[in-house]
T-cell receptor
Framework: GAGVSQSPSNKVTEKGKDVELRCDPISGHTALYWYRQSLGQGLEFLIYFQGNSAPDKSGLPSDRFSAERTGGSVSTLTIQRTQQEDSAVYLC????????????FGEGSWLTVV | DAKTTQPTSMDCAEGRAANLPCNHSTISGNEYVYWYRQIHSQGPQYIIHGLKNNETNEMASLIITEDRKSSTLILPHATLRDTAVYYCIVRPSSISNFGNEKLTFGTGTRLTIIP
């Protein structure tokens, strides 16, 4: 596929369960970003990976949220002990390096915590 | 701490040019102007970006004022499918960060194309 791929597209989970969301960036893109968007709200930055550098975790809302990126490609966002306020669409994006590069977004993973 | 100001909403007649303004009066020399749009809650779609010069692609044109304090996104012949929230974003880009910096989204302009 040519674009950023995310899975699952939709996930319904019970409060207190852990969830994992996967992102497959565009081939050759070294930078990877996670955002989330609650219903009717704006996009909120969560975390950013660049190559082998330490990730920028400044946007993670709590220690229940973590993310990793293995082999500089696929990334997994994990939410532990999910709460109802975690319900949102989680968006992944990727880009090449270089000045004025373009960030491309996936279609998102819709998470509903019941 | 969004660095841009956009109107909350705009209407445009189908077939007409849609001109979406954006103010970024505090823009720095290494900051690019990016435009994205979002239809419902789909992933944001990249439209165009520029640094100093005007830019045009198959989707739109970007006009940046000479002082770089404002810009206008132009959709030349708006269609109903162009109804979306349009985000104007100022994004720094430097060699020290590999050209990468996160996008900080504001509230955007809700553009409605009227049949």
């Amino acid at each position: 596929g040519a674009g950023v791929s995310q899975s699952p597209s939709n996930k319904v989970t019970e409060k207190g369960k852990d969830v994992e969301l996967r992102c497959d960036p565009i081939s050759g893109h070294t930078a990877l970003y996670w955002y989330r968007q609650s219903l009717g709200q704006g996009l909120e930055f969560l975390i950013y990976f660049q190559g082998n550098s330490a990730p920028d975790k400044s946007g993670l809302p709590s220690d229940r949220f973590s993310a990793e990126r293995t082999g500089g490609s696929v990334s997994t966002l994990t939410i532990q002990r999910t709460q109802q306020e975690d319900s949102a669409v989680y968006l992944c994006a990727s880009s090449k390096t270089g000045l004025g590069n373009t960030i491309y977004f996936g279609e998102g993973s819709w998470l509903t915590v019941v | 701490d969004a660095k841009t100001t956009q109107p909350t909403s705009m209407d445009c007649a189908e077939g007409r040019a849609a001109n979406l303004p954006c103010n970024h009066s505090t823009i720095s020399g290494n900051e690019y102007v990016y435009w994205y749009r979002q239809i419902h809650s789909q992933g944001p779609q990249y439209i165009i970006h520029g640094l100093k010069n005007n830019e045009t692609n198959e989707m739109a044109s970007l006009i940046i004022t000479e002082d770089r304090k404002s810009s206008t996104l132009i959709l030349p012949h708006a269609t109903l499918r162009d109804t979306a929230v349009y985000y104007c974003i100022v994004r720094p880009s430097s060699i020290s960060n590999f050209g990468n910096e996160k996008l900080t989204f504001g509230t955007g302009t809700r553009l409605t194309i009227i049949p």
